[in-house]
């Protein structure tokens, strides 16, 4: 069993009592945390391998709620445009051509750029979704998978059987980090029947479900129109909501009863900043939803509409977004931020007895953040710099289920190299 001590840290746990722990030594058995200790003071073992950590910041790794990871391939392929056209247009087209090998590489590319700014976990809603799941197994990431449903699609019932297959089979795979569900894609591409079977698919398969949820305006007056319901109340009515755990992407334009019953069924929300601002899909009333006792995470979005899967800068952009909306400097304050990209985000997915703390018994799921830098000193709070000063490049190591995939900077399951590569070769097919 691989041991690890990473000494000397400063221990930001996310933990109940929001504990900060200065000069700590983090000890790290197979792939859970088992202890955090004052320095010099963790019993000795043999075998342990020992990392110095000293002028060093860790934190829970950082959970992407929602995500297309995939959808770097698109990075810069389609910008300044409205939802709707921007998908019909620009964006579908696009992913009609993909092969599974494409969305392989597009997912290691993404998985790259992740673990490189602290991120261990992401959720995932996307074509070729084996891909994505090898993707995770071979690179030691954790990530929670499911492959995307679109009920217009002439094969639409052929597609769900087999991501109900999927998840079944790939449920835990690469040792636990792999967790599966359906992602029916959003209310207004799915019929109510062909929800019926997922929700029956989810119940057979034990898995949750990724959705979509009144992401723009549109498509709100489009289902008061034809279902005289919100899309929330719609999917409550169909007893989608009931199915544990629900992970509904973006909840921006609901209402004060949709929020209640987000809410009280303990649906999951990724909220997604950086991807609403940029489509201009309006701001999810976060504050309400957090007064309510919901449960909120935080996500990226695909790298099409954000562009890019930086956890720290859309803890920043969650934190910033509410002040000004609410004309409120008091809204979403520092720690509010940094815990909907850790534990909020373990809890909308249903993963939180394993990740999202720095505790005992937790999965060894670390970032390790140089904090020895200009644009982080003085330390007068640990928490407020991670959320309003530090940047993705400042993480340097990270751990996954108590491995390390990366290094002082250097990935250890990643060929960037030939990433870029293969991704430039199939570009040239792709568009
Ligand atoms: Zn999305």
């Not at 952009?317 to 909306?325: N, P, T, Y």
Request: aromatic letters at 6%; charged letters at 25%; a negative charge.
């Amino acid at each position: 069993m691989e041991s690890w001590l990473i000494k000397n840290v400063t221990v930001v746990t996310m933990d109940d009592e929001r504990h900060v722990v200065p000069n700590a030594d983090l000890v790290i058995e197979g792939a859970s945390i088992s202890g955090i200790w004052p320095t010099g003071r963790a019993p000795a073992a043999q075998g342990r391998q020992t990392l110095d950590a000293t002028g060093m910041v860790a934190i829970p790794g950082l959970i992407n709620a929602h995500t297309h990871c995939a959808m770097t391939l698109l990075r810069g392929y389609a910008d300044d445009m409205p939802l709707m056209p921007w998908l019909k247009e620009r964006i579908w087209p696009f992913e009609m051509k993909l092969r599974e090998e494409d969305v392989y590489w597009g997912t290691l590319l993404g998985i790259a750029e992740m673990i490189r700014a602290g991120v261990t976990c992401f959720n995932d809603m996307y074509h070729h979704f084996e891909a994505t799941a090898r993707a995770v197994v071979d690179t030691g990431m954790r990530a929670v998978v499911s492959g995307v449903l679109l009920g217009f699609l002439p094969n639409a019932d052929e597609l769900l059987d087999v991501a109900i297959a999927f998840a079944e089979q790939w449920k835990d795979k690469g040792d636990g980090r792999l967790v599966t569900m359906l992602g029916p894609h959003a209310p207004y591409t799915v019929a109510d029947k062909f929800l019926a079977r997922v929700i029956e698919g989810a119940r057979a398969a034990q898995v949750g479900i990724h959705i979509h949820v009144s992401e723009t305006r549109g498509e709100v007056e489009d289902s008061l129109r034809d279902f005289s319901k919100t899309p929330v109340a719609r999917l409550a009515q169909l007893g989608l909501l009931d199915v544990q755990p629900v992970l509904a992407a973006h909840c921006v334009h609901i209402t004060d009863d949709d929020i209640a019953i987000l809410a009280a069924k303990r649906v999951g929300i990724s909220h997604c900043p950086g991807s609403n601002m940029k489509l201009s899909s309006g701001v999810a009333p976060v504050p309400k939803l957090l007064d309510a006792g919901a449960v909120v995470g935080l996500g990226t979005d695909g790298a099409a509409s954000n562009n890019n899967l930086d956890m720290l800068e859309e803890v920043r952009l969650a934190a910033l977004l509410h002040k000004l909306e609410g004309k409120d400097p008091t809204l979403v304050p520092a720690y509010q931020a940094l815990e909907m990209a850790t534990r909020g985000s373990a809890r909308a997915l249903g993963i939180d007895d394993r990740v999202g703390q720095i505790k005992p018994g937790m999965k060894a799921d670390i970032a390790l953040l140089d904090f020895q830098q200009p644009h982080l000193f003085p330390r007068h709070d640990v928490v407020s710099h991670l959320v309003y000063a530090a940047r993705a490049g400042d993480v340097r190591t990270v751990f996954i289920n108590g491995r390390p995939v990366m290094r002082d900077g250097a990935l250890l399951s990643l060929d960037e190299r030939e990433i870029y590569r293969q991704v430039g070769e199939r570009l040239t097919r792709l568009i």
